[in-house]
């Protein structure tokens, strides 16, 4: 008997590993990094976090209050290990394509 005969019908009756996107989802796991959230009334206006974000995809709106620009960032969660008063948190929110470019900010 070939050896790969083992494995065709093992993998027959198990269940498949991969998950049918977008129709089942998998839970995000606790230390992803997604989307940037702000809380605009923790921000203090310091700055921190546009100076270290590295594709400079943060900048401020009038009232001195932080806008991610999501088509620039990189989603490496910098500015959130930086802000003094955790303004800024990592979410899980992944699923951030649009069909218009001027909606991709989170402030
Ligand atoms: S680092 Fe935090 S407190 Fe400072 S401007 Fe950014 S969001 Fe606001
Ligand atoms: S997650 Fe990274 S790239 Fe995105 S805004 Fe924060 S520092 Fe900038």
């Known amino acids: 008997m070939p050896r790969i ?3 065709v019908l093992k993998n027959l009756f198990s269940k ?3 998950l049918k996107y977008p ?3 998998r839970e995000p796991p606790e ?3 997604g989307k940037p959230s702000i809380d605009r009334d923790e921000c203090v206006s310091c700055g921190l976090c546009a100076r270290i974000c590295p594709p400079r995809a943060i ?3 009038e009232e001195e209050k932080p806008i991610i620009d999501l088509g620039i960032c ?3 969660s910098e500015c959130a290990d930086a802000c003094p008063t955790e303004a800024i948190q990592r979410s899980k929110e992944y699923e951030l394509g649009l069909y218009d470019r001027s ?3 989170s402030k």
Do not use: L
Request: charged share 30%; net charge neutral.
């Open 59 to 61: 900048t401020y709106d």
């Open 5 to 7: 005969i083992p494995d």
């Open 31 to 33: 230390n992803a990094r």
């Open 16 to 18: 498949p590993f991969t």
């Open 103 to 105: 909606k991709a900010i």
């Open 74 to 76: 990189i989603y490496c």
């Open 23 to 25: 129709f089942e989802k």
